[in-house]
């Protein structure tokens, strides 16, 4: 198939290119160039989705099987996309996320579950931004005129990853000392592979399936224990983590999914759902999940392979994980409170 990737140089779009590729498909990106190298074998189209003459200068004289939009983010944007693309491919794909459910993170959330009420033409600052994937899933169902696929994954990670929660981990457990764990070992988490999800998007494309899909990982969540003791041998260390209480973490002023990655304190009922999307409909479809350990091994070498950040990891403004300081005194006040 000849395959169209929006995006396709970092992380899910890339991804997406190289496994095409892989499969013999003929695959072209669409991007600015400027968030790293493009997958070896693909044919790059310089440009931003935003600009209408880029836009209009990608389609020229060009036709598509199957589009797949990695890089949307607003409603009127993508609309403008899938509208241009519309005449020029068969297939969308589009590569939404599990919180365009309104229900979601407070409630077990499924392909049936309502979105967040996002018109699809909105425009980047005139709604909330979790509610923006919603518009963004509409906007594509109005304005392309073909077969559209929705993936709706929930926490992804794997090589490349860019929202940077395992990558914390595993820098944290590659600097060594005493690392803090937040809650309780037996608490779920249930993660999603990039690789694995293009994998099945590629799957579904090529059986010429449409619809939607909620993508969050393995039908049997993993715990925090076993990400975390994944992480400590990824990066070679040989210590325990030391679990430390909700109630402290949170009496000390720690923010829940931020403050530590991936930590959802119990008895939160704004958060009681957030591993509880259900992936049922695309596991009989065919999705496969690598073990954990496989994830966070391959992502450890790829994170060696680039080295640590310079720069804090984020999501939107606020800073991911804890400082080393504020680390030591959690731990030093944790310990004197139960001896």
């Known amino acids: 198939m000849r395959i169209l990737v929006l995006g396709g140089s970092v992380f899910v779009g890339r991804a ?4 095409a590729r892989q499969r013999g498909h003929e695959v072209t990106v ?56 519309s005449a020029r491919a068969g297939t969308y794909v589009f590569v939404s996320a599990v919180h365009a459910c309104a229900d979601w993170p407070a409630a077990p959330v499924d392909e049936s579950s309502p979105r967040h009420a996002c018109p699809p033409d909105a425009a980047a600052g005139t709604v909330a931004h979790n509610a923006l994937k919603a518009g963004c ?12 696929l929705i ?52 799957d579904r494309v090529e059986a010429g399936d449409a619809g939607r899909y909620l993508v969050t990982g393995p039908p049997r969540p993993d715990t925090l224990g076993d990400l975390l003791a994944a992480c400590a041998r990824a990066a070679g260390a040989d210590r325990e983590p030391t679990w430390v209480d ?11 999914w931020t403050g530590l990655p991936l930590w959802v304190p119990a008895g939160m009922p704004d958060l009681a759902g957030i591993w509880q999307a259900s992936s049922d409909r695309a596991h009989a479809a065919g999705l496969r999940c690598r073990p954990l350990a496989e994830t966070v091994a391959d992502t450890m070498a790829w994170l060696s392979a680039r080295g640590p950040s310079p720069e804090p990891y984020r999501q939107g403004e606020t800073e991911l994980g804890l400082l080393p300081s504020h680390e030591a005194e959690l731990l030093t006040a944790w310990e004197h409170l139960r001896s």
Request: no cysteine; net charge neutral; glycine share 12%.
């Open 246 to 256: 909700d109630d402290f973490l949170l009496a000390a002023g720690v923010e829940p």
């Open 137 to 148: 899933e509409r906007a594509v169902e109005e304005e392309f005129g073909g077969d559209v």
């Open 151 to 202: 993936l709706s994954p929930g926490a992804v990670t794997g090589p490349g990853e860019s929202t940077g929660r395992l990558l914390w981990w595993l820098e944290r457990f590659a600097r060594g000392g005493r690392v803090l764990a937040p809650g309780a070992a037996d608490r779920p988490v249930r993660l999603v592979d990039a690789r694995d999800l293009a994998a099945f998007g590629l």
């Open 30 to 85: 669409f991007n600015r160039g400027r968030s790293g190298p493009d997958p070896a074998g693909v044919k790059a189209v310089r440009g931003d989705r935003t600009v209408a003459a880029d836009l209009s200068r990608l389609v020229r004289d060009r036709r598509w099987d199957v589009v797949v939009d990695t890089s949307g983010q607003q409603p009127r944007v993508v609309g403008e996309s899938a509208r241009l693309l």
């Open 16 to 19: 997406f290119a190289t496994q």
